[in-house]
């Protein structure tokens, strides 16, 4: 009905996005995570403002906080590998963590 009303009377009605303050804004970016990274379009013109190639699979996220993108996947077993029997005498494989900080090159 508001847009109806704002139509009749010349004025333009522009979507706009809140975050149930007083503060709202017109998006003009969209950010897409897709398998291969992450991709930020430009709305108005349709245009890439930029594409992140990250590797598939793990996390990636700032862990610890410092504006740097961190990346950890785990890693099971390897040649060699030995069995560890945990207290439930359940039989593990061995795995590692793997951690790296910053933009992959």
Known sequence: MIANH????????????TNYTKLWWVPTV???HQKEGIEAIHLPTG???FKLHLLE??????????GVL???HA???????????SGSM???KPCWA????????
Do not use: F, K
């Open 30 to 32: 969209v950010v897409a």
């Open 90 to 92: 359940e039989v593990l």
């Open 70 to 72: 961190d990346h950890v």
């Open 47 to 49: 245009r890439t403002l």
């Open 6 to 17: 704002m139509l009749l009377q010349g004025i333009q009605y522009i979507l706009t996005i």
């Open 57 to 66: 699979g793990g996390l990636h996220a700032d862990i610890n906080r410092d």
């Open 75 to 85: 890693v099971v077993g390897s040649v060699g590998e030995r069995t560890v029997v």
């Open 98 to 105: 793997v951690a790296t900080s910053g933009v992959p090159v």
